[in-house]
Nanobody
Framework: QVQLVESGGGLVQAGGSLKISCVAS????????MGWFRQAPGNKRELVAD???????NYADSVKGRFTISRDNAKNTVYLQMDSLGPEDTAVYYC???????????????WGRGTQVTVSS
């Protein structure tokens, strides 16, 4: 079993910064990509950013230049540094990881429960 737990969400004023984290734990052999999606009320879940095991990153156009994704492979942790936040960034942020569990050869996608980020204007 693999668990993902996010932390670091909260309330921040527009123009401010916030860093959220996600730790993967459990029976893990290997983690491939890790990343973040977000979902605002009434909207579909959308990709924010992801990072491969070798550090290649990908960002949604709406966050390029403002958000930075990183990971610590030794800690099975992915981070999202969010700068220049605006009210449009308000959403629940969900962490995901593409994991090869121990004693298996197939990878599966696992999700965290989400962390709320609220940006006040």
């Amino acid at each position: 079993q693999v668990q993902l737990v996010e932390s670091g969400g909260g309330l921040v004023q527009a123009g401010g910064s916030l860093k959220i984290s996600c730790v993967a734990s459990g029976s893990i052999f290997k983690i491939n990509a890790m990343g973040w999606f977000r979902q605002a009320p009434g909207n579909k879940r959308e990709l924010v950013a992801d990072v491969t095991s070798d550090g290649s990153t990908n960002y949604a156009d709406s966050v390029k230049g403002r958000f930075t994704i990183s990971r610590d492979n030794a800690k099975n942790t992915v981070y999202l540094q969010m700068d220049s936040l605006g009210p449009e960034d308000t959403a629940v942020y969900y962490c995901y990881a593409n994991v090869v569990p121990s004693h298996t050869v197939r990878s599966s996608q696992f999700w965290g429960r989400g962390t709320q980020v609220t940006v006040s204007s």
